[in-house]
């Protein structure tokens, strides 16, 4: 079945570092991706997301390339700061299924 | 605004004790789901509805139920809570699950003990 392994964490930063957090994915077909964040107290918010190979989505400073030859949907962030401290799902929907999620990767910056 | 609420927010019980997890959406979402988000595990669906009257069990849905009598509610029923249902909930819609590539709007989360 369909599945999503992320770095474990949690991942120390200090501002203005550079932030990668690996995804990595097996799926039988041709799934849309997506990392989804989740701030303190709160629910999951759509970060970005990729439908196809070779997209890549962005928002906010995060981008991440849908890789299929590594099957692979890495986040990364030029600069972080200290409000980007969060919990990040990498996510994989395929069809009509549910989304699949990685079991999240919790980031702290200090500033 | 649109959103996904959920209520309670926070609860403490007791094994055996029913309750209701309530999920109100007002963005004519067709889909609605609920899942479970625990540490180390990420989030696993309990149970999901495509459209009113329409649901269907998840990964992990043994000890809970659900209806969908309207499009707007979804609520999450523990009939007898145990202690392994001590959890962090989340309610999810979507405006169709027609494609893997629907964007899901979760509520705020409703932590849930039992004790």
């Known amino acids: 079945g369909d599945s999503v392994t992320q770095m474990e964490g949690p991942v120390t930063l200090s501002e203005e570092a550079f932030l990668t957090i690996n995804c990595t994915y097996t799926?039988?077909?041709?799934?849309?991706l997506f990392w989804y964040v989740q701030y303190p107290g709160e629910g999951l918010q759509l970060l970005l997301k990729?439908?196809?190979?070779?997209d890549k989505g962005s928002n906010k400073g995060f981008e991440a390339t849908y890789r299929k030859e590594t099957t692979s949907f890495h986040l990364e962030k030029g600069s972080v700061q200290v409000s980007d401290s969060a919990v990040y799902f990498c996510?994989?929907?395929?069809?009509?299924?549910?989304?699949?999620f990685g079991s999240g990767t919790r980031l702290q910056v200090q500033p | 605004e649109a959103q996904v609420t959920q209520n309670p927010r926070y609860l403490i019980t007791v094994t055996g004790k029913k309750l209701t997890v309530t999920c109100s959406q007002n963005?004519?979402?067709?889909?609605m789901s609920w899942y479970r988000q625990d540490p180390g595990l990420g989030l696993r669906q309990i149970y999901y509805?495509?459209?009113?009257?329409?649901?269907d069990k998840g990964d992990v849905p043994e000890g809970y139920k659900v209806s969908r009598k309207e499009k707007r509610n979804f609520p999450l029923i523990l009939e007898s809570p145990s202690p392994n249902q001590t959890s962090l909930y989340f309610c999810?819609?979507?405006?169709?699950?027609?494609?893997?590539?629907?964007?899901?709007?979760f509520g705020a989360g409703s932590r849930l003990t039992v004790l």
């Open positions: 963005m004519n979402h067709e889909y």
């Open positions: 799926a039988t077909g041709y799934p849309s």
């Open positions: 999810a819609s979507s405006f169709s699950r027609a494609t893997g590539a629907n964007v899901l709007t």
């Open positions: 990729a439908t196809k190979a070779d």
């Open positions: 509805s495509m459209n009113v009257e329409v649901t």
């Open positions: 996510a994989l929907g395929e069809g009509r299924r549910a989304l699949t």
